[in-house]
């Protein structure tokens, strides 16, 4: 069975899927580092295993402040590393965050987690379920602002990011106490000197902080580190040189990728799962301090390279572009305002080349990444590093009981059957009624005259007579068909609701301690 079918998110409540195994991961790491230890090739002029040493060094720098920080650390050592959009995880993606510290301590590694803050947020609010008159709804509390094409690392706190709605639920009775409780904590564990939410802070550094502060509780440790601090370091700049000066090879190993991945997988839409590269597209977004995000293009003029973003030159960079002078120029960009971040590909290919010595994905990125290693294979010739793929599901525990919608299938059965067959739910007064006698004669009549009617005109006329009987005898049935259709909405009701309790997408800080605890300790992920 090709690895990627094992990528399906486990349906009972406390289960973990991690793939490959827990007990291979070990081996999967030193054959990761050997295999890129020993890659003879260069970036950007520089020797990839100097690189690589250089990078983990780096960004080992510019680590956000931590819980338990000691100090420098070994960048040689073995480097576990997971990431994710800034937000309030759900329990299933939290855990790989437990995954890396869990690797890390048995290896005497480092646990790392990458915050991607240069994504565009899909989620503008913390969402958990309500119940209100014995019904089960969602409500949701904004947080973010929604700027459409605004990256993460543009909303502060006050500006584009606050929890006042987050204030305001826990002072609301109609909230269930647990869940009020949880908001309690989250708002009491803001960074010290933050009362109302470390205005001008940005969101992306005090959701860490947050996470990072729960972690905690769990002895996880993990160094984090902002892609928009990894973008400014001399390592970043010479692998997107390196793209710069290849980027035919590049663009057409991944639109080769991507198409390989639609065939694969059946997939009609060009933009799924992502769009191919343009002619003189990089990999790559830009933007101005502040402003949504645009595509970035590289236009080679004789000697030079023109970077634009569709409308104006950003830069020319001299061609060949490995040069001291080329990266100072890339370096001059963020003093100039300019954002300049990879793209989701990108963005894996360095973490896994030049950072990780494992690095962990969810279930959508671990499918999606299957294109990257595919864009190894061809642009680097070779075998590209192995990732895990690791998630979980995780019901909030409420004290509301919902009942379960049993019968649901006979329930849909009766609905249809009250306007197909309404004559089996007919009471005794009306089918002694002649009217209603009358029709159904008519009915049988022609259910019986079917089978020998061979003209398909002749055929068709008489289905659309028994329908109209059937309409014409259920509309003599009154509350008894109203009966079935309202048993029916309301089995589907309670399905629904069911289906609110058990959705697996609330965020971590929602749950017991000891029920995460748990299950990851029966996961075997517990430090």
Not at 341 to 346: F, S, V
Not at 402 to 422: G, H, K, M, S, T
Request: glycine share 6%; charged share 25%.
């Amino acid at each position: 069975m090709p690895q990627e079918d094992l990528y399906k998110i486990p349906e009972k409540d406390g289960d973990v899927l991690v793939v490959p195994g827990l007990d291979e991961l070990p081996g999967h790491v030193h054959a990761n580092r050997e295999l890129l230890d020993r890659l003879d090739v260069r970036v950007h002029g520089q020797p990839f295993s100097q690189l690589r040493l250089d990078a983990r060094r780096e960004a080992l720098a510019v680590a956000l402040p931590g819980r338990g920080d000691a100090g420098p650390l070994d960048p040689a050592r073995p480097f576990i590393l997971s990431g994710h959009q800034p937000e309030f995880l759900h329990p299933g993606i939290w855990l790989k965050n437990h995954l890396a510290a869990s690797l890390a301590r048995r290896l005497r590694g480092i646990a790392g987690h990458l915050i991607v803050d240069s994504d565009v947020p899909d989620q503008h609010h913390i969402h958990f379920p309500v119940i209100r008159s014995g019904e089960v709804r969602i409500r949701q509390l904004r947080i973010l602002e929604d700027r459409p094409g605004v990256a993460y690392e543009e909303l502060r706190m006050g500006d584009g990011a606050d929890f006042e709605e987050v204030r305001q639920a826990v002072r609301d009775s109609s909230v269930e106490a647990r869940i009020r409780r949880s908001l309690e904590e989250l708002l009491a564990r803001l960074p010290a000197g933050c009362p109302r939410g470390g205005r001008g802070a940005p969101f992306a550094v005090i959701a860490s902080a947050l996470r990072q502060s729960y972690e905690a509780d769990f002895g996880l440790s993990n160094r984090e580190m902002l892609l928009s601090s990894l973008c400014q370091t001399r390592s970043f700049q010479h692998f997107f040189l390196h793209l710069l000066g290849l980027l035919d090879p590049w663009r057409e190993a991944t639109n080769e990728a991507l198409e390989a991945y639609r065939q694969r997988h059946h997939i009609r839409s060009p933009a799924h799962p992502l769009p191919n590269l343009e002619p003189d597209e990089m990999p790559f977004w830009v933007w101005r301090r502040g402003q949504p995000r645009q595509p970035l293009f590289a236009r080679r003029v004789r000697h030079r390279f023109c970077l634009d973003n569709g409308n104006e030159t950003l830069l020319e960079i001299q061609d060949p572009v490995e040069s001291e002078s080329a990266i100072q120029a890339v370096a001059s960009l963020h003093s100039a305002g300019w954002r300049l971040r990879p793209r989701a590909l990108a963005t894996t290919a360095f973490c896994r080349l030049f950072l990780a010595d494992l690095f962990i994905h969810g279930m959508g990125g671990a499918k999606y990444d299957r294109v990257t290693d595919a864009i190894l294979g061809r642009f680097f010739g070779i075998r590209p590093p192995v990732y895990v793929a690791a998630t979980g599901t995780f019901h909030l525990p409420l004290e509301a009981v919902i009942p379960r919608a049993e019968r649901l299938d006979l329930l849909r059965y009766r609905a249809r059957d009250v306007f197909q067959n309404p004559e089996r739910y007919a009471p005794a007064a009306l089918r002694s009624d002649p009217g209603f006698c009358a029709i159904l004669a008519e009915k049988r009549a022609l259910v019986r005259e079917m089978p020998s009617v061979v003209s398909r005109p002749e055929k068709y006329a008489r289905f659309v007579r028994i329908k109209a009987l059937n309409r014409a005898m259920a509309g003599r049935l009154g509350p008894h068909a109203d009966r079935a259709m309202g048993d029916l909405a309301a089995a589907l009701s309670l399905r629904r609701q069911q289906a609110i309790l058990q959705d697996r997408s609330y965020p971590f800080f929602l749950f017991p301690p000891e029920k995460l605890a748990g299950s990851l300790r029966r996961a075997g992920l517990s430090i």
